[in-house]
């Protein structure tokens, strides 16, 4: 099955800079990539998603690029706030059968004011 | 338009215990999905149901059995609760197709158990 590893665990960064988060995924079937934003005892929340025939998308702040060959992605986000703090989760699907989701292990966002 | 919901918020078990999580959509979403969440492991995929009448499982269904019961409504059954089970559990429901959203899947609100 699908297997997605997420980099890094803890992310501190200070107000208005910039974050990157990395997932790499296994299976070169999988074509449909989200984001997720979990606030504190919190549902996760879409934030962006991007499919395999698309290299970026953007939306305001933040950013997700796709690499195919390399089986990764990565989100940006520019100008952090603190209202960016949260945990972050990437995964990756296939169509089929349901778009059942493979999550990577979480990011743990905290910007410094 | 109620999104996703759960039922209960918080539960609290003694191992061997059995009981049923509840969820249900009123957005005439085809998918629905149950995980659980444990701490620094992620979402990891239960049971899923591609669409009413249907039931797969997913990445780890030990211990767990699900109904659709129809196309609002999915519950996932813990028939003897082990502490291995206590977790955070969300459902999520997907729509068939069409619109920029018809990948997206939403969340309802999670359930909190704790097996002793």
């Known amino acids: 099955g699908e297997n997605v590893e997420q980099h890094p665990s803890t992310l501190s960064v200070q107000e208005g800079d910039s974050a990157v988060i990395k997932c790499t995924y296994s299976?070169?079937?999988?074509?449909?990539f989200p984001w997720y934003k979990q606030e504190l005892g919190k549902r996760p929340q879409l934030i962006i998603d991007?499919?395999?025939?698309?290299g970026e998308k953007k939306d305001q702040r933040i950013a997700v690029t796709l690499n195919k060959t390399a089986k990764h992605f990565s989100l940006h986000i520019t100008e952090t706030q603190p209202e960016d703090s949260a945990v972050y989760f990437c995964?990756?699907?296939?169509?089929?059968?349901?778009?059942?989701?493979?999550f990577g292990s979480g990011t743990q966002l905290t910007v410094l004011p | 338009n109620a999104g996703v919901t759960q039922t209960p918020k918080f539960q609290v078990l003694k191992t061997g215990q059995s009981m049923t999580l509840q969820c249900a959509q009123d957005m005439n979403h085809n998918s629905m999905y149950w995980y659980r969440q444990d701490p620094g492991m992620g979402l990891r995929l239960i049971y899923y149901s591609a669409s009413e009448g249907t039931t797969d499982k997913g990445e780890v269904p030990n211990g767990y059995n699900v109904s659709r019961l129809n196309k609002r409504e999915f519950s996932l059954r813990l028939e003897s609760a082990a502490p291995s089970q206590t977790s955070v559990y969300f459902c999520a429901s997907r729509p068939l197709a069409g619109g920029s959203s018809y990948n997206e899947q939403f969340f309802g609100p999670g359930t909190r158990l704790t097996v002793l």
């Open positions: 995964a990756a699907s296939m169509a089929l059968p349901a778009r059942q989701l493979t």
């Open positions: 299976d070169s079937a999988s074509n449909y």
């Open positions: 991007i499919r395999s025939n698309v």
